[in-house]
């Protein structure tokens, strides 16, 4: 017991001798573990935020979407691709119960985006081309006004619902039904608000406008197919059952034969989540990789130091072992002095990731996202045993090196 404290007082009184060095190799190892830190802390965060989006949606929700995709992977147009197979007489043909009886309800969807204007006011805003069916797909509610019917859908009319938030934004405290608004270079008439909701699926529909999805396609955007389309199920456990309904309605319309791959994909909810969970998790592994080279440098960091030191205390290894210290007293002070470096680098390195991760999950809940502060004991007993592992990995040759010196050779050393 007497060795192991006297070889932990040397090795902190050999730290202290040179705190300029000693705080240059510490540096290395804080803002390795703290980057680690950072890194685990935020992508954790990120997928719960990501999740709790899709959930948010609903555990009964379809989503259509046009092209075909492997089961497990992401759909064409998660890549930018423009797929038309998708088109407005499908979701009819869907919201039809003889052809899906377990549907409650179907929505086209076609957004855009474009700069909307009242009086000195505009901005650019994501508008929502949907089906009059919006409303009961994604559970949403009217504060103010109405939505708009199917047969101002059919008319193509120019008509706007406004997001929460899109009305503040260009009314302030002014009641907006009735009043008229520019929207790309079209004039849109408003005649609903819908309730606040927050973010849903990757977007924010308090901020985004609404309006007919045919006024959508034709007018705004120049197109005659949809971007995806949504049905509300009757119930969770007939999930699969829809799915099933739904292919074989779509491979009938689209004319696709036996063994002919489909031209769209559909995805429940829960599928969805687990696409999402696996690419968030390869994706923070990934990052955790790239951010622990830092942690290599600063065990190189280690290590170089340690050479340097073994360098200036030849004589005083030769000196000890003259007076009767083991190999083994020499190679536990190197590896001792190794160590407590890496350990004191994480100790500060953790309090600076906790602090980092802290402050940007304030900065983002204070923007209106539900981020989570997360941060597990698990994250701190990893940090604290990879550190361990480093000091020992980068002090081991520096200390065999010491063991090698010769007390004769050592004590000629100048």
């Known amino acids: 017991m007497r060795r192991f404290l006297l070889t932990w007082k040397l090795a902190l009184a050999n730290m202290l001798a040179t705190k300029g060095r000693t705080f240059l190799t510490i540096l290395g190892i804080v803002i390795g573990i703290a980057s680690v830190m950072i890194v685990m802390s935020i992508g954790s965060s990120a997928q719960s935020l990501i999740l709790d989006q899709v959930r948010n949606v609903g555990s009964n929700l379809i989503i259509i979407l046009p092209g075909e995709s492997d089961e497990d992977g992401p759909p064409a147009i998660a890549f930018g691709i423009a797929v038309t197979t998708l088109v407005n007489e499908d979701v ?148 699969e059952q829809t799915k099933q309904d739904i292919e074989r309605l779509l491979r009938e319309r689209h004319n696709i034969e036996v063994g002919e791959a489909n031209d769209f994909s559909i995805r429940g909810a829960g599928a969805t989540l687990d696409i999402l969970r696996g690419v968030t998790d390869a994706l923070r592994i990934f990052l955790v990789a790239v951010a622990s080279i830092a942690l290599i440098v600063g065990g190189v960091g280690i290590m170089n130091i340690l050479l340097i030191s073994l360098k200036q205390r030849v004589r005083d290894i030769g000196l000890r072992k003259a007076l009767g210290a083991l190999n083994g007293d020499i190679f536990a002070q190197f590896l001792t002095e190794s160590i407590c470096l890496s350990l004191v680098g994480t100790g500060i390195g953790i309090v600076v990731g906790v602090v980092v991760t802290y402050v940007v999950a304030i900065i983002i809940q204070s923007l209106g996202y539900n981020w989570p502060f997360l941060l597990t004991l698990e994250s701190v007993g990893i940090a604290f045993v990879v550190s361990l592992g480093i000091g020992i990995l980068f002090g081991w040759y520096p200390a065999k090196k010491a063991v090698k010196i010769s007390p004769t050779e050592a004590l000629r050393y100048e």
């Open 92 to 239: 009819e043909a869907m919201n039809k119960k003889e052809n899906v009886p377990h549907a409650v309800a179907v929505s086209g969807y076609a957004n855009g985006n474009a700069l909307a204007q009242y009086g000195n006011k505009s901005a650019n805003v994501n508008f929502n081309g949907t089906s009059p069916e919006y409303i009961t797909v994604e559970n949403a509610q009217i504060a103010l006004g109405r939505y708009f019917t199917s047969a101002e859908n059919d008319a193509l009319s120019r008509v706007a619902v406004l997001g929460s938030q899109q009305a503040k934004d260009l009314f302030d405290e002014e009641n907006p039904i009735g009043k008229r608004i520019s929207l790309g270079k079209y004039s849109f008439r408003v005649i609903g608000v819908l309730k606040e909701r927050g973010s849903v699926a990757f977007s924010n529909p308090d901020s985004e406008i609404f309006i007919p999805l045919k006024t959508s396609q034709k007018s705004m955007l120049g197109i005659s197919y949809l971007t995806y389309a949504r049905m509300k199920v009757d119930e969770e456990k007939n999930i």
